[in-house]
């Protein structure tokens, strides 16, 4: 029998609570009347989604045949768990103070462990031995800040097409000005780059004491089962 890691609890857990919020929010739908579903209609297809988001990487993973670095995918669990879950399910993200800037600091990380397992990916064997610590450190760190940028370029564009209010240039329907309107979109930006540097300052002192201190964040490969 396959031991169970860490990453199999916590995959077990959220899957269950959300299966839970899934049976709960079927039954709202059913009872409330046919003008007031669209919002629990709406919850209902975010609660799908997560689960289905949870469960691809380990689908991607067989198919593949390759083993997912246990950090990255708790990383990966944890922020599905924060903004799906508890930030949609439970309205974290009007309730809980920050919470938004809680979840770019996480993906930041997330984002930052990426950039050190894409190195492991392009760079094999001894030409890996051969980067220099601080090199590695700055492509991660500038992997996971450029992703966060151009989140808030995807935010921006869509606010502009659908009349969102993404990136808070709003309040209670009145358009803010100046600093104001700026500070949401910089606040995210200053929580990508202290993530990041989180992960990339970590990675240097790590790699730099030993260069296999980068193997938890290898994509390793799985001979097919015959």
């Not at 739908?29 to 297809?45: D, E, H, N, Y």
């Not at 949870?54 to 689908?59: D, E, G, I, S, T």
């Not at 030409?127 to 995807?154: K, R």
């Amino acid at each position: 029998m396959k031991k169970w890691r860490f990453y199999n609890y916590l995959l077990a857990f959220i899957i269950i609570s959300m299966v839970l919020s899934l049976s709960f929010t079927v039954v709202a739908v059913s009872t409330v009347p046919v003008t007031g579903r669209s919002k629990q209609l709406f919850l209902l297809l975010e609660i799908v989604l997560g689960i289905g988001i949870l469960l691809l990487p380990q689908l991607v993973a067989r198919l593949g045949h390759f083993k997912l670095p246990e950090i990255l995918y708790i990383l990966f669990l944890l922020f599905i768990y924060g903004s799906v879950y508890l930030g949609t399910v439970y309205q974290f993200y009007s309730r809980v103070p920050h919470w938004d800037k809680i979840l770019h600091v996480g993906s930041a990380m997330l984002l930052g462990c990426l950039g050190y397992a894409l190195i492991g990916i392009f760079v094999r064997g001894k030409q890996l031995t051969q980067l220099s610590p601080v090199f590695m450190a700055i492509f991660a760190f500038t992997f996971g800040l450029s992703i966060g940028v151009f989140w808030e370029f995807y935010e921006f564009a869509f606010d502009g097409l659908l009349g969102l209010n993404m990136q808070r240039f709003m309040a209670h329907g009145v358009l803010l000005r100046g600093r104001a309107a700026l500070i949401d979109t910089m606040g995210d930006l200053f929580a990508d780059a202290l993530g990041t540097f989180a992960v990339a300052l970590l990675g240097y002192m790590g790699i730099h004491r030993d260069v296999h201190w980068l193997d938890k964040f290898m994509f390793h490969k799985i001979a097919p089962k015959k």
